[in-house]
């Protein structure tokens, strides 16, 4: 979209938010997601660089512009604390939006909106079958209709002796989420993600069956 374009595109709404996704996938999930209500809720435009990489992993089909200077101009207006929810933030001028912004009553409301544009690029949907298909050959399942996955990412990391107020797992809390599933359905296969592997496998309850995807 040519800059004079995006100008006119502005023009017609009540101005235009460019979020500024930042740090982590999951941080700019939640920083695109709150941008996003906050511009329908103002009728706003919400604008994400082509080169986002948020796009490359989301069918996001938002405007975009090539012109980057188009928001550098724009005031940054940033949430104060994590996790929490502020009307100060839902603002109608030109803006850059950023931080955490994790707080869900910013974007509850639009939830089957943000389900349409978060869906997954169809080359990831396929690498993960792919991955899925070869687990279930390898443990002799015909078929994925005949048993429960159940993804479990365990977030170590920069987390552990992180001391901003979040809470890692505990081998406890595995243990209780484990037997949760286990109880509502049979037979259930676990798929762990985690970027602290060596203490996944060894706190992972091992009476379970239980795939490591590294």
């Known amino acids: 979209m040519s800059t004079t374009r995006s100008l006119r595109v502005m023009e017609k709404k009540k101005g235009s938010i460019c979020p500024i996704l930042q740090a982590g996938l999951g941080n700019r999930l939640f920083q695109f997601s709150t941008s996003l209500a906050v511009a329908k809720t103002k009728q706003m435009e919400l604008i994400v660089p082509p080169d986002a990489d948020i796009r ?6 938002v405007t975009f512009t090539k012109s980057k200077e188009l928001c550098k101009g724009f005031r940054k207006i940033l949430d104060k604390a994590h996790a929490s929810y502020s009307k100060s933030l839902l603002n109608t001028d030109n803006i850059q939006l950023g931080t955490g912004l994790q707080s869900w009553k910013y974007f509850h409301m639009y939830d089957k909106q943000l389900r349409r544009q978060l869906t997954f ?3 990831i949907q396929n690498t993960a079958k ?9 443990r002799r399942i015909k078929s994925r209709k005949s048993i429960t996955l159940v993804g479990v990412h365990i977030r170590r990391g920069d987390k552990v002796r992180n001391n901003d107020g979040f809470n ?3 081998s406890e809390y595995l243990n209780r989420s484990v037997n949760y599933y286990t109880q509502r359905y049979a037979p259930v296969l676990f798929l ?3 970027d602290g592997m060596t203490w996944s496998k060894k706190y992972m309850p091992s009476h379970v069956p239980v795939e490591f995807i590294s």
């Open 56 to 61: 490359k992993v989301f069918e996001i089909n």
């Open 121 to 123: 690029r169809k080359i």
């Open 130 to 138: 792919q991955k899925i298909l070869k687990i279930l050959e390898r």
């Open 168 to 170: 890692i797992a505990t």
């Open 192 to 194: 762990v993600i985690s």
